[in-house]
């Protein structure tokens, strides 16, 4: 028995388990689960074997974009939906993937990570995202709302959390393209300061601000959040969306340490990331060639930190769901778009990203991942709204 059907057999062989199908490349068939076959996988090269044992997911992973993994049947999300129910049962050698799990969180390299992902191009993000270049979790009011409905939706369900009136400051860390703090400038006139690593989003977002001649209301800045502290500026509130993943585990501290040093009495502070069940050191593949350095911290572990800060946790939600329907969606689009997409990259690099988007998607339907928000306020702050009403108004 070769290793790959001893793995395969290994991680699914309990009861109810979906049927699926195996084909090797000397042609054998290893059939799982009882009934027709949902997908079906074309085994089509040699696996690195020392790989499989050291790392499931990077060598699945690297098998899939070289080709030596294909779909002959069925669609890779309905494979990946399956095979990443049992995520938690895959062979990861921490020590010896130590160089790759465990990068440094120095400025210098945390901004060449980031850079790697997000300047690859505004013109490819905008193939699969909507028109709002939001990059984040959705939020689907309806269940036929479109994707760019529901980016709306989730901006509106920020802003209104954090509870604006005219003329008050926010800052946006990770402010991507800018789409939250024009909302806010153009709903509530608040006074908008963005910060970003990519300088390809810092171009888009001023671009984006002198058409909408909101000058007098905003600005983005090329800024590390280590920066704010000596910075001198203060904001009624602060919000950061799909950034702290960024942060790494050692640095959380020194994160909200920034984040209190800006942020003024009784304000209110909005963080939405991607979190885990419990604090993981983050999976080899997306860290190797989607997101180099980036950690996806536990809900407890913020909780906690936040309460080392005096900070008052208001309300938690999860948008679990939401963020797996958000996938499909960028998924969906990706594949509609994926001729375009092959003549700006190679083969390699347009499976890759497929399969990260698909993962993902999978990922978040299986509950290993959770995406949450939290609003905290810095201090004890008795002027707020008592009840919830108002986010649904």
């Excluded at 890759?352 to 995406?371: R, T």
């Amino acid at each position: 028995m070769s290793l790959e059907s001893m793995i395969l057999k290994k991680y699914f062989k309990k009861e109810g388990q979906a049927p699926f199908k195996v084909i090797f490349k000397d042609g054998k068939v290893l059939n799982m689960g009882n009934g027709d076959p949902e997908f079906v996988i074309k085994v089509n090269g040699d696996i690195d074997k020392k790989l499989l044992l050291t790392s499931t997911s990077l060598a699945l992973g690297e098998a899939y974009m070289d080709k030596k993994l294909d779909m002959e049947s069925g669609d890779l999300y309905d494979a990946l939906d399956i095979v990443l129910g049992k995520l938690d049962d895959f062979d990861v050698n921490e020590s010896t993937l130590s160089k790759l799990i465990f990068t440094s969180t120095s400025k210098q390299n945390q901004k060449k990570e980031v850079t790697s992902h997000y300047d690859i191009g505004n013109d490819f993000y905008s193939l699969w995202l909507d028109e709002t270049m939001s990059y984040s979790c959705a939020y689907f009011k309806n269940e036929d709302d479109t994707l760019y409905k529901a980016q709306k939706n989730k901006i509106n369900h920020i802003l209104k959390k954090m509870q604006l009136q005219e003329g008050m400051s926010l800052l946006d860390i990770g402010c991507g393209w800018g789409y939250l703090l024009i909302e806010a400038a153009k709903k509530y006139k608040v006074h908008g300061v963005g910060i970003t690593l990519s300088e390809q989003q810092y171009l888009k977002f001023k671009e984006r601000i002198k058409e909408e001649n909101l000058e007098e209301y905003l600005t983005v800045e090329l800024m590390d959040y280590r920066d704010l502290e000596k910075s001198n500026l203060k904001f009624d509130r602060v919000v950061s969306v799909g950034m702290l993943e960024h942060v790494g585990r050692d640095n959380y501290n020194l994160f909200f340490k920034n984040v209190d040093s800006v942020l003024k009495d009784q304000g209110l502070f909005l963080l939405h990331y991607i979190s885990g069940r419990k604090e993981h050191a983050g999976d080899p593949w997306i860290k190797k060639y989607i997101f180099p350095g980036g950690v996806i911290p536990s809900l407890r572990e913020i909780i906690n930190l936040g309460s080392e800060f005096d900070y008052y946790t208001l309300d938690v939600e999860s948008l679990r769901r939401h963020y797996h329907k958000t996938l499909l969606c960028w998924y969906d689009n990706y594949k509609n778009n994926i001729d375009k997409i092959s003549e700006m990259f190679d083969e390699r690099f347009v499976r890759m990203w497929g399969l990260y988007l698909s993962a993902c998607a999978a990922s978040f339907n299986n509950g290993m991942i959770d995406l949450h928000q939290i609003v905290f306020s810095k201090g004890n702050n008795n002027t707020l709204e008592m009840t919830r009403d108002y986010l649904y108004k």
